[in-house]
């Protein structure tokens, strides 16, 4: 059954005479409400944020007056009573609407200022349960929401941003008008959203609830882009509730404003990155189209941007860098000899920003720290008339127990480059082909359809960067090979045995394994089965 809709003739503009202002981010309100009152706007409010008006001499009315009922159970029962609902939903149009206020001596409210308990700024600081649940807004929501509806009528105020425009309608409009209501009432219903979507998704995790049966995600717009991937596509970033390092939480430096593909790629090369322990060894990842073009560890983190950038230095032209360590003046001297679009590090030291500085478009991003690649967490995907929702790839080699399935044990270094290897496939597009030789990417293949095109086009870009380099061997020469998935015939793996490789990793579980695993032996190959995939689409 639907409702059948009023018959509501909403004026084109509406004049203030009482504002409910109930605000946690009191962040310009006394201002706001000194320029209200001053236009001559009753205001009522709400406990803290009654005092903090009061306090700064502007005349301003307890909402418990309008209520006649106290404020209760700790601000749990404030505002939720019919004289501020009645005040918000009255369709002022429908006689019977303006009766019902009359007889229950409930005020017209024309404009609602809220904004909510801060959620999603309590579970970034880890709270515990109780505070958490506390933090979750009722009575915030219901006005916004109530206001909103009667948006013929009332204008909803959700972000200190919107002060001004409202002040400037009062100011040339004598009242704010139907279009800045409807906008208002829009945003005030996505903030909603997003705020439950926030408190659904906490709870979600908190419960370990895998797939719920409602999903909803929300976020905060930090930029509009220049354009999507592609510039006739529109754009917008939007962040959410996320304390984890990384490009939506890092702080720019410097540089032009990142573009949508920027954020994308940033995003898989500081992710990549941060699978290496910078404890065990300073690592840098060059990523271009999402897909890295180079991983290297090193002595330092000079040494291994060298080396990841040895892997494939044409590809390296306009990529991204990320390390997983503080940017210090001898790498920072070493990237800015090539053009690449974004840096991204924990931190950077004052010489390596000052180096920095010399190309000012290039974007610096520094991120306080790592990301946990063990942190549990889902990814979204939208499909058309869907999301695909899924845990993150959280998998690691180090957890994983190792089987060797040839007669040949991997060397001591065979068997570090193969685990560095795999750990690399995670983050490179499927079919993905990783060779490495002393813990440096030599040769990356990556989103083909075929696993052995994979194999070739690794091996090929490796006997080019050699060549270019002066070298007469390829980079592959007894180098390791990992797949992301497993070889489901023998030639992908012939072809990386042709290209110089000497052992493999891979996750096994072919139907064919077995010839797979012959071909290995008789190829004197050492193989080692991980049981883990890591398809990335
Ligand atoms: N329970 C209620 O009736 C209620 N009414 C408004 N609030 C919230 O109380 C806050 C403002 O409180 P104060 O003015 O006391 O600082 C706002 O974030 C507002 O969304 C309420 N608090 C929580 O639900």
Same mark, same amino acid.
Request: glycine share 8%; hydrophobic share 45%; charged share 25%.
């Given at each position: ?50 005092k903090a008006i ?6 301003? $009315? ?10 209760i159970m700790d ?94 309608q009062i100011e ?18 996505? +903030? ?41 596509? $529109? ?8 304390? +984890? ?10 540089? $032009? ?202 091996? +090929? ?77």
């Amino acid at each position: 059954m639907s409702v059948a809709p009023l018959s509501v003739s909403a004026p084109e503009v509406v004049s203030v005479k009482r504002a409910l202002i109930s605000v946690s981010d009191k962040t310009g309100i006394v201002d706001f409400a000194k320029a209200l009152a001053d236009k001559g706007v009753e205001l009522v409010s709400t406990g803290g944020t009654c005092k903090a008006i009061a306090d700064a001499g502007i005349p301003v $009315k307890d909402i418990s007056e309008v209520t006649e009922f106290p404020e209760i159970m700790d601000g749990r029962v404030k505002t939720l009573h019919p004289r501020v609902h009645g005040g918000l939903l009255g369709a002022r149009s429908v006689e019977a609407h303006s009766a019902a206020m009359k007889e229950h001596g409930i005020l017209e409210i024309d404009l609602l200022v809220v904004n909510l308990y801060p959620f999603e700024e309590t579970i970034l600081k880890g709270a515990d349960y109780a505070t958490t649940v506390e933090n979750i807004d009722i009575g915030g929501p219901a006005m916004i929401r109530a206001a909103a509806k009667n948006h013929a009528f009332v204008t909803t105020l959700v972000d200190p941003a919107d002060y001004a425009e409202i002040l400037a309608q009062i100011e040339e409009k004598g009242g704010i008008s139907y279009d800045v209501r409807k906008k208002f009432a829009a945003k005030a219903y996505a +903030r909603t959203a997003a705020y439950d979507a926030a408190i659904s998704g906490w709870f979600a995790a908190e419960l370990e609830i895998e797939s719920p049966t409602f999903r909803a995600f929300g976020g905060e717009l930090a930029e509009v882009m220049r354009y999507g991937e592609n510039p006739h596509q $529109k754009a917008g970033f939007y962040k959410t509730a996320s304390s +984890r390092p990384g490009v939506a939480t890092a702080t720019q430096v410097q540089g $032009k404003q990142l573009s949508y593909n920027n954020i994308n790629d940033t995003d898989a090369a500081f992710e990549l990155v941060c699978e290496f322990d910078p404890a065990v060894s300073p690592a840098v990842a060059i990523i271009k189209h999402a897909n890295p073009c180079g991983v290297a560890m090193g002595a330092t983190l000079k040494d291994a941007y060298v080396k990841a950038l040895a892997c494939d230095p044409v590809s390296a032209f306009g990529g991204i860098v990320a390390l997983n360590g503080t940017l210090d003046e001898a790498v920072a001297e070493e990237i800015t000899k090539i053009f690449v679009e974004v840096i991204i590090a924990p931190d950077a030291t004052e010489g390596a920003k000052a180096l920095v500085s010399k190309k000012k478009n290039l974007r610096l991003l520094l991120t306080g720290g790592l990301a946990d690649p063990r942190e549990e967490g889902v990814t979204v995907k939208s499909v058309s008339g869907g999301l695909l929702v899924q845990n993150r790839d959280n998998g690691n080699i180090a957890d994983i127990d190792l089987k060797v399935a040839t007669e040949r044990q991997p060397s001591e270094q065979e068997m570090a480059d193969l685990k560095f290897a795999f750990q690399v496939c995670k983050h490179v597009k499927s079919n993905a082909i990783i060779y490495v030789k002393d813990g440096a990417t030599v040769g990356i293949g990556a989103g083909q359809m075929s696993r052995v095109d994979s194999a070739r086009i690794a091996a +090929r870009k490796a006997e080019d960067a050699a060549e270019a380099a002066g070298m007469t061997e390829p980079l592959t020469k007894g180098c390791v090979v990992a797949s992301d998935a497993f070889f489901p015939f023998a030639d992908g793996l012939l072809t990386a045995a042709e290209a110089g490789a000497t052992a493999v990793i891979q996750p096994g579980g072919s139907m064919r394994d077995q010839e797979v695993i012959d071909a290995a032996n008789e190829a004197g190959l050492a193989m080692v089965m991980t049981g883990m995939r890591h398809f990335r689409h």
